[in-house]
């Protein structure tokens, strides 16, 4: 495609509920990385992934945060248990290396009520 | 470690001024060095980047930069900005080896009549 597409582009999600949230990468990119940005903040890693390979997960804050790339495109953020302050707004970037230019998808804005 | 400090969290500005963003930094290894613009809704777009050479930087919609490795900074500057310039800014930092990138916490420049 063009560009990083994300979906949904806005998620509300009732307080325990499980989301799931996709990116597609740029056609060919083999890096891809997850960032949470909470309002007036800063985009935060999360983890990221080179081809199917999740190399570093560092910055996931706790156990109900999981990702996945399978086949080394698609990508999932899946978020168990929602609580209020997973409320965020959730970035996916890609690039063709680790070390090239990264390019971001618009977000996903998640919001738990 | 890495960290970045942006030394203001909002600027204001009247059109055709010019205008310059503070960002600083500290990292134990060498880094690269780069400005994202944030339009409302969207996702980060790239201004520019420091890898090397020049410490004097240009980028898209007339930015330019400033490496200063003594003082550890990379400001951003636009000598005559527009409306259309009004956006949320952040400094990013990246080791050498790639992966993650590191932001500051922002700068929301207002550019108005």
């Known amino acids: 495609g063009a560009g990083v597409s994300q979906s949904p582009r806005y998620k509300v999600a009732k307080r325990g509920q499980d989301v799931a949230l996709r990116c597609d990468p740029i056609?060919?990119?083999?890096?891809l990385f997850w960032y949470q940005q909470a309002l007036g903040q800063g985009p935060e890693f999360l983890t990221y992934?080179?081809?199917?390979?999740?190399?570093?997960k560092s910055g996931l804050p706790s156990d109900r945060f999981f990702a996945e790339r399978p086949e080394g495109s698609v990508s999932t953020l899946k978020i168990q248990r929602t609580q209020q302050e997973d409320s965020a707004v959730y970035l996916c970037a890609s690039s063709t290396t680790g070390q090239g230019e990264a390019f971001f998808g618009q977000g996903t804005r998640l919001t738990v009520v | 470690a890495q960290s970045v400090t942006q030394l203001d969290s909002q600027v204001p500005v009247f059109e055709e001024a010019p205008v310059e963003l503070r960002c600083n930094y500290s990292?134990?290894?060498?880094?690269?060095l780069f400005w994202y613009v944030q339009y409302p809704n969207q996702g980060l777009q790239l201004l520019l980047k420091y890898l090397s050479g020049s410490t004097l930087v240009k980028g898209i919609n007339g930015f330019e930069a400033e490496f200063n490795k003594s003082q550890t900074s990379f400001h951003l500057r636009k000598p005559s900005v527009h409306i259309s310039d009004t956006a949320e800014y952040f400094c990013?930092?990246?080791?050498?080896?790639?992966?993650?990138?590191?932001f500051g916490q922002g700068t929301e420049l207002s550019v108005k009549p």
């Open positions: 056609s060919g990119h083999v890096s």
């Open positions: 992934f080179q081809n199917e390979a999740q190399l570093d």
């Open positions: 990013a930092v990246r080791g050498y080896q790639g992966g993650k990138l590191i």
């Open positions: 990292s134990s290894v060498s880094v690269y």
